[in-house]
């Protein structure tokens, strides 16, 4: 099984930036795929990005400019880097990985809300 704790939510002001963290544990060696989620008050659960355990960075059309997906595997770590942040970024973000077994696991959430 793989554990999820992402981190790095909270208060931002148009225009401004945060980097959450997904920080994996347990059976790390079989993630394949990590990726960042998010839902919105009312809204579905949407792809933001994804990573793969080699580096490949994939975004979501809406995504692409703004957003940063990265990974440090010394920390079993997944960034976020999200710049120019607008209110409609405003919530829910979830760090999910795929792993070799195609299992899949989710992080409890962190919550990131743009606001003036």
Do not use: H
Request: aromatic share 8%; with cysteine.
């Amino acid at each position: 099984q793989v554990q999820l704790v992402e981190s790095g939510g909270g208060l931002v002001q148009p225009g401004g930036s945060l980097r959450l963290a997904c920080a994996a544990s347990g059976s790390i060696r079989s993630i394949a795929v990590t990726g960042w989620y998010r839902q919105a008050p009312g809204k579905q659960r949407e792809l933001v990005a994804t990573v793969t355990s080699s580096g490949t960075a994939n975004y979501a059309d809406s995504m692409k400019g703004r957003f940063t997906i990265s990974r440090d595997n010394a920390k079993n770590t997944v960034y976020l880097q999200m710049n120019s942040l607008k209110p409609e970024d405003t919530a829910a973000y979830y760090c999910r990985v795929f792993t070799t077994s195609a299992s899949t696991y989710w992080g409890q959430g962190t919550q990131v809300t743009v606001s003036s």
